[in-house]
């Protein structure tokens, strides 16, 4: 009767182990299928970030063309020059 009872609770062991094993695997899975989705967000942001930037620099060049001085001719700098950084990061 003990012998019975020692390979029950072997056998529950076991299946315990596996099930907190698959578990992890689980959820290591989901964090990686998380952080993907992330990384294809963030790629998506910065196409829509690129066209909104290159649209207000077409604006303020057209504004420039325009006339206007100052705060334009200062806006136009700044974002080429951002631009200029980052396309040699």
Avoid: Y
């Amino acid at each position: 009767m003990n012998q019975v009872v020692e390979i029950i609770i072997i056998i529950a062991s076991v299946i315990t182990a596996l099930g907190t094993i698959i578990g992890c695997f689980a959820t290591i899975h989901k964090w990686i299928l998380r952080q993907n989705k992330q990384d294809e967000d963030i790629r998506s942001i910065k196409d829509e970030q690129k066209i909104l930037t290159t649209g207000v620099l077409a604006c303020l060049k057209g504004l420039k063309e325009q006339g206007c001085d100052g705060p334009v001719t200062e806006a136009i700098f700044s974002i080429e020059d951002h631009l200029n950084k980052e396309a040699h990061k």
